[in-house]
Nanobody
Framework: QVQLAESGGGLVQAGGSLRLSCAASGRSFSNSAMGWFRQAPGQEREFVASTTWRGFNSFDAHYADSVKGRFTIYRDNAENSVYLQMKRLTPGDTAVYYC?????????????????????WGQGTQVTVSS
């Protein structure tokens, strides 16, 4: 059974940092797209960042414009995990953050930013940024 388990959310003041972790189990995602999405109350789930396989143990990182330059996505295939380092957080970043993994062959920004692309999801972790 495939499971994704997020951790690292919490309450932080504006300008602060958090690192989210997502540990996958049940199968390897070493060549799969993995991403982070978030959903604020009353809003749709939105793309935050993704990492896609370029080939030869090389990966690309993709970001929503709203987090570019502040957030960094990276992965550790030995741990079957993906991380989201978040800096200079603002109240607008407050949301439940979800980790997702693709079960097919998405290798581009275009497919990796669509939540419909992903087959596996974590339960979410709350990030709250106070002003």
């Amino acid at each position: 059974q495939v499971q994704l388990a997020e951790s690292g959310g919490g309450l932080v003041q504006a300008g602060g940092s958090l690192r989210l972790s997502c540990a996958a189990s049940g199968r390897s995602f070493s060549n799969s797209a993995m991403g982070w999405f978030r959903q604020a109350p009353g809003q749709e789930r939105e793309f935050v960042a993704s990492t896609t396989w370029r080939g030869f143990n090389s990966f690309d990182a993709h970001y929503a414009d709203s987090v570019k330059g502040r957030f960094t996505i990276y992965r550790d295939n030995a741990e079957n995990s993906v991380y989201l380092q978040m800096k200079r957080l603002t109240p607008g970043d407050t949301a439940v953050y979800y980790c997702a993994a693709d079960g097919s062959d998405c290798r581009t920004y275009e497919c990796s930013r669509r939540h419909e692309e992903y087959d596996y999801w974590g339960q979410g972790t709350q990030v709250t940024v106070s002003s």
